[in-house]
């Protein structure tokens, strides 16, 4: 069976690397995401709650409605107009 790949709206405004705060079990984290998964994030976050970091390992799986961004990772720009033009071009270009 296929996976299916479409990235969400909800899904789009998240990135590996952004910084996030969510809740588990009537505790305010804050963490970073690890990975994406179709409607949900791999987060990485530090808690001083001994039953916490037994009970998740600092890794914790959030719906992605339950995220609120805190701060965005740096993305990365496609340099677009170079790629229009051929290699011998750009060369010659003064």
Known sequence: MAKNAEVSEAQSKYQVGDEV?????KQTFKGFIDKSYTNSFLITF??????IIDKYHKKVVINNR?????KAAPRIKDDDDDQDEPADKKSKKK
């Open 66 to 70: 339950h995220l609120k961004l805190i």
């Open 46 to 51: 530090e808690s001083d709650d001994p039953e």
């Open 21 to 25: 705060s969510f809740k588990i079990e």
